[in-house]
């Protein structure tokens, strides 16, 4: 399969942006989706995952209370809405594939069989 990421872009500190990755292929409706990100100089890092019914969803510690994930399986495609933002979540937003789970979706990145390129969303001070 292959994953489209778009909505990223540039914000100012306690704003919002809404991501989506969207799938072209089988399958990915029917696994868990996962968003990730990484900054410079840094390993990926967890954001959120979801699985494939949308009522599973799990949150990296630093983003709780903030960002939102969710799917629409009509569509293929998988959100992730980010609000209050900080200067530290600037980072490029990947998102993968968990054909390794269906209910869930893993927190590590090695069993994440698909991604896509990625968006950059910079939050300034």
């Known amino acids: 399969i292959q994953l489209v990421e778009s909505g990223g872009g540039s914000v100012q500190a306690g704003g919002s942006l809404r991501l989506s990755c969207t799938a072209s292929?089988?399958?990915?409706?029917?696994?868990?989706t996962g968003w990730f990100r990484q900054a410079p100089g840094k390993e990926r890092e967890f954001v959120a995952g979801?699985?494939?019914?949308?009522?599973?969803?799990y949150y990296g510690d630093s983003v709780k209370g903030r960002f939102t994930i969710s799917r629409d399986n009509s569509k293929s495609t998988a959100y992730l809405q980010m609000n209050s933002l900080k200067p530290e979540d600037t980072a490029v937003y990947h998102c993968?594939?968990?054909?390794?789970?269906?209910?869930?979706?893993?927190?590590?990145?090695?069993?994440?069989?698909?991604w896509g390129q990625g968006t950059q969303v910079t939050v300034s001070s």
């Open positions: 292929g089988h399958g990915f409706s029917s696994y868990g």
């Open positions: 979801i699985g494939w019914t949308g009522d599973n969803k």
């Open positions: 993968g594939a968990d054909f390794t789970k269906r209910y869930s979706a893993s927190s590590e990145s090695k069993d994440y069989a698909y």
